[in-house]
């Protein structure tokens, strides 16, 4: 089996549920026999969000590249980025270290053309909602993308930040969320939407969300088993 290395701490909350998830998906699919080498390299989440926050792309791209040869060093053979906005210098950190990281928006974007889906919403950070990088797959394979307006993005990006990025999570804020997804599924025909942070699962799911969610976690975790457990 190959060793997972893992870029964390943006944020702790999802880390967790990564660790959690590789060790519980691979023992069963093993019937108990194993469970995976997993190395994490864990990042000051204040640091990489202040260099983001400040579009400091080429110091953000330096930090997160030693975070990743650290994991090249102790012999980690698929390595990820378990934050969707990190995914901003995606191409320069995957060209800096010379390593093919295994993308969640890359992941998230095979499973909507699986699914055969034609107009996807995108809930996140605002950087995740405004950049590019995670839309650039979907744009690709020829798939609308859709984004809350403006004031919808502002109130997503503060309860990401404010409130699970600390695990903490109210049913007022999933009344708002599902409010922000019925109105996109109305106005803008969405079929399903992305939740392009990998907090958002710890409010959304398939059982309380109008439309089909595609779990970013959930769908980067089946790659990074199914990579880490082939022949």
Known sequence: MKKIGLVGGTGPESTLMYYKELNTRIDKLTKGEAMPDIAIESVNFRKAWGLVSN????????????????????????????????HIV??????????????????????AVKRNLKTVGLLGTVFTMEKDYMKKDFVNAGINVVIPNKPERDLIAKRILDELELGVVKESTLKEFTDIINRMKNDDGIEA????CTELPLLLNNDNCPVLCLDSVDIHLNKLVELAIEE
């Open 55 to 86: 579009g400091k792309n080429d110091e953000l791209t330096d930090y997160l590249s030693e975070k990743v040869e650290g994991l090249k060093s102790c012999g980690a053979d698929i390595i990820a980025l378990t934050a969707g906005t990190m």
């Open 90 to 111: 995606y191409d320069e950190v995957a060209k800096k270290t010379g390593v093919s990281l295994v993308s969640i928006p890359k992941a998230v974007c095979d499973e």
């Open 193 to 196: 939407v992305i939740l392009g």
